[in-house]
């Protein structure tokens, strides 16, 4: 089947100046989209741009800081102002915080990037999303999520930090989220919420601010033959979850190579409904969306 044409459509995609997003963005400009591409770093983000000159479509970029709520709303704000319509907000920025850092909200950095900027900025684009139906939310999350439990005592691991621990919850919360998200929209709303495990991709800059030895197992593994997902092929599966015409339409769905059934945790209703409550709290919205 030849790739969709993304002539006309917006694709706002988070995490777009690195690694598998780098890439991801850099397709879909290809096929015609229009890309509102986020990151922190506005050279990175220039770069990425021009580099898309001669695409079909165009890569834009949005500068913000995911690990701020301020930031969060000031970006909502930013692309409710740019695009008449959203037709894909992808979250796929993510990092994994060697130590334990708090951001300026005082929330652990990895939960605050890689689970409550999502939650938040879907809620802030909601309404621009539902509007501009047929729409999409996609996540990528990752298969570590399955080595995690959601310990609501101690969410943000103030206790007891373990980075790898606190990254592979992190992506928890990013599959029961997605979960959630898709059963509170229903599935004749015309938005439709899915997530993915992009592969393991030793080649992405994701660990670079890992602990010590979880960048040694990730070089080492990166190494072995036959061990890892590319860029390219990691990006292909993003790509998939935005552009394919059956992800128009299948919500709730956990993707990899194909699809795959998520952890008992990240379908369990309560768990779900609970994360749902806990991340209102902590970005200060009415839990009740969308
Ligand atoms: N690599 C893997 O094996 C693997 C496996 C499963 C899932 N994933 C997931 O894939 C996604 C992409 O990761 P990657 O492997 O491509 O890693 P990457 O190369 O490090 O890319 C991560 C992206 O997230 C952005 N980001 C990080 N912190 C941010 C913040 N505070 N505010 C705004 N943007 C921020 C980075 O921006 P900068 O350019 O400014 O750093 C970068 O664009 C992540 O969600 C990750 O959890 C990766």
């Given at each position: 089947?030849?790739?969709?044409?993304?002539?006309?459509?917006?694709?706002?995609?988070?995490?777009?100046?690195?690694?598998?997003?780098?890439?991801?963005?850099?397709?879909?400009a290809?096929?015609?989209a229009?890309?509102?591409?986020?990151?922190?770093?506005?050279?990175?983000?220039?770069?990425?741009?021009?580099?898309?000159?001669?695409?079909?479509?165009?890569?834009?970029?949005?500068?913000?800081?995911?690990?701020?709520?301020?930031?969060?709303?000031?970006?909502?704000?930013?692309?409710?102002?740019?695009?008449?319509?959203?037709?894909?907000?992808?979250?796929?920025?993510?990092?994994?915080?060697?130590?334990?850092?708090?951001t300026?909200?005082?929330?652990?950095?990895?939960?605050?990037?890689?689970?409550?900027?999502?939650?938040?900025?879907?809620?802030?684009?909601?309404?621009?999303?539902?509007?501009?139906?047929?729409?999409?939310?996609?996540?990528?999350?990752?298969?570590?999520?399955?080595?995690?439990?959601?310990?609501?005592d101690?969410?943000?691991?103030?206790?007891?930090?373990?980075?790898?621990?606190?990254?592979?919850r992190?992506?928890?919360?990013?599959?029961?989220?997605?979960?959630?998200?898709?059963?509170?929209?229903?599935?004749?709303?015309?938005?439709?919420?899915?997530c993915?495990?992009?592969?393991?991709?030793?080649?992405?800059?994701?660990?670079?601010?890992?602990?010590?030895?979880?960048?040694?197992?990730?070089?080492?593994?990166?190494?072995?033959?036959?061990?890892?997902?590319?860029?390219?092929?990691?990006?292909?599966?993003?790509?998939?979850?935005?552009?394919?015409?059956?992800?128009?339409?299948?919500?709730?769905?956990?993707?990899?190579?194909?699809?795959?059934?998520?952890?008992?945790?990240?379908?369990?209703?309560?768990?779900?409904?609970?994360?749902?409550?806990?991340?209102?709290?902590?970005?200060?919205?009415?839990?009740?969306?969308?």
């Amino acid at each position: 089947m030849p790739p969709t044409d993304l002539t006309d459509r917006v694709v706002v995609l988070t995490g777009a100046t690195s690694g598998i997003g780098r890439r991801a963005a850099a397709t879909l400009a290809e096929r015609g989209a229009t890309v509102a591409a986020v990151g922190r770093d506005r050279e990175r983000g220039a770069t990425l741009a021009a580099e898309s000159e001669a695409a079909a479509g165009t890569v834009r970029f949005h500068r913000a800081d995911l690990a701020t709520q301020s930031a969060v709303r000031d970006l909502a704000a930013d692309l409710r102002d740019s695009y008449d319509r959203l037709d894909v907000l992808a979250h796929n920025a993510g990092l994994s915080a060697g130590a334990r850092t708090e951001t300026a909200d005082g929330i652990e950095l990895t939960l605050a990037v890689n689970h409550l900027a999502p939650y938040l900025l879907t809620r802030e684009l909601f309404d621009r999303l539902a509007a501009s139906a047929p729409a999409r939310v996609v996540v990528t999350a990752s298969d570590l999520h399955r080595r995690a439990t959601l310990d609501f005592d101690d969410l943000e691991m103030a206790a007891d930090y373990d980075p790898l621990e606190a990254y592979a919850r992190s992506k928890l919360a990013n599959v029961a989220f997605t979960l959630e998200l898709a059963d509170r929209i229903g599935a004749d709303a015309g938005v439709t919420a899915n997530c993915l495990h992009p592969g393991f991709v030793p080649s992405t800059n994701l660990f670079r601010d890992a602990a010590l030895r979880t960048r040694l197992a990730v070089r080492v593994a990166g190494l072995l033959p036959g061990v890892g997902t590319t860029r390219r092929a990691a990006a292909e599966r993003l790509v998939r979850l935005i552009a394919a015409s059956e992800y128009g339409e299948q919500t709730g769905r956990y993707v990899g190579e194909e699809e795959l059934t998520p952890a008992d945790e990240a379908r369990d209703p309560e768990t779900r409904k609970q994360l749902w409550a806990v991340s209102a709290d902590r970005v200060g919205v009415d839990p009740d969306w969308p």
